[in-house]
């Protein structure tokens, strides 16, 4: 366990559906990233927040995906009228102040 | 932009040999560099890093990887490898002053006994 939680560790929606995901870092990490990785893929990038502030966000991202962390703590990614190319194990890892990332479980997202 | 190549799928090496998993990058700048392992059903580890100074970095469970900067290679390695290390093992990067982080797709490691 990496102090590092997600939820719903896995999820199946419809087509069309929106779905949101929750990643609880550790708490002292003011740092936290969220990836995309598909099987026999490396994570790939979505966005990074510091603290509150979403500073970098991929641009394969479409408008279809916004990630919020509120208050610096939490953070929510959702994903409006998904795509059956949505399917992924979605990540999320918060960044310590030693350059070290801890990484969530994840979310198995399945779009029928 | 950023790349990572992990140039094996797959890694076999007899349990008590060393083991090698390569990786080589591409970044603008000096790169942070990082290892991770990920076992069956459980989620990315953080294995090692390369900051700054010394080219040999030792990580978690007796891995090692030394960055080569005129080869842009950070290879992974340990001098004897375990049966409980076979796993699937990523290398990343991330240029300096930037957050993003890139993974290579990963070299699935096979220690046979």
């Known amino acids: 366990d990496t102090g590092v939680s997600q939820d719903p560790r896995h999820k199946i929606t419809k087509r069309g559906q929106n779905v949101t995901f929750r990643c609880d870092p550790i708490s002292e990490h003011n740092r936290l990233y969220w990836y995309r990785q598909t099987l026999g893929q490396g994570p790939e990038f979505l966005t990074y927040f510091q603290n509150e502030a979403q500073l970098e966000k991929s641009r394969l991202l479409s408008d279809r995906f916004s990630a919020e962390r509120p208050k610096g703590s939490f953070s929510t990614l959702e994903i409006q009228r998904t795509e059956q190319g949505d399917s992924a194990m979605y990540l999320c890892?918060?960044?310590?102040?030693?350059?070290?990332?801890?990484f969530g479980p994840g979310t198995r997202l399945t779009v029928l | 932009a950023q790349s990572v190549a992990q140039p094996e799928d797959q890694v076999n090496v007899a349990e008590g040999n060393p083991l090698t998993v390569k990786c080589t990058y591409s970044v603008s700048g000096n790169p942070y560099l990082f290892w991770y392992v990920q076992y069956p059903n459980r989620g990315l580890q953080f294995l090692l890093k390369?900051?700054?100074?010394?080219?040999l970095v030792k990580g978690s469970y007796g891995f090692e990887a030394e960055f080569n900067k005129s080869q842009t290679s950070f290879h992974l390695k340990k001098p004897s490898a375990l049966v409980s290390d076979s796993a699937l093992y990523f290398c990343a990067v991330r240029a300096r002053g930037y957050q993003k982080v890139t993974f290579g797709i990963g070299t699935k490691l096979q220690v046979i006994p």
């Open positions: 890892a918060s960044f310590s102040v030693y350059n070290e990332q801890f």
């Open positions: 390369y900051i700054t100074g010394d080219n």
